[in-house]
């Protein structure tokens, strides 16, 4: 997807460590923080919001989270994390490229 900040990460035309990565999803840090360790699991296929679910997307969205599942403690995470997918402009979404943020290395406060 043309000017979407995460596809380009994904290509690699904006330089980005990925601290996992495979043929369906990358990790990376996000560049501001919200809690001591704040990852962004990114699907390498764009598409916006959960309500554009379809059985493909199913299947790569399950791949994510089984991956973190098997992936947390190796960032950091093993102690316990949150997991958010931030939705449309009530939901705060910034970036049109769905995507799971995972926080955690401390305590983290209620919200
Ligand atoms: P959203 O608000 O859409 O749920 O989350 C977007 C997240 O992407 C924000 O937490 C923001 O800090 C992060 N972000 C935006 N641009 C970049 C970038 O170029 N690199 C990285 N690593 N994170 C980014
Ligand atoms: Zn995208």
Avoid: W
């Avoid at 996000?30 to 360790?37: R, T």
């Avoid at 769905?98 to 983290?108: D, N, Q, R």
Wanted: net charge negative.
């Amino acid at each position: 997807m043309e000017n979407c900040i995460f596809c380009k990460i994904v290509a690699g035309d904006i330089p980005s460590p990925r601290l996992y990565e495979d043929d369906k999803m990358i990790v990376i840090r996000d560049i501001e923080p919200k809690a001591k360790l704040h990852y962004l699991c990114i699907p390498k296929t764009h598409f916006a919001l959960l309500s554009e679910m379809d059985g493909e997307r199913a299947e790569l969205l399950k791949h994510c989270f089984e991956r973190i599942a098997e992936i947390h403690s190796s960032l950091g995470l093993e102690e316990g994390y949150r997991v958010i997918i931030n939705q449309g402009e009530n939901g705060g979404q910034t970036v049109p490229h769905l995507h799971i943020h995972l926080l955690g290395g401390e305590p983290l406060k209620d919200f």
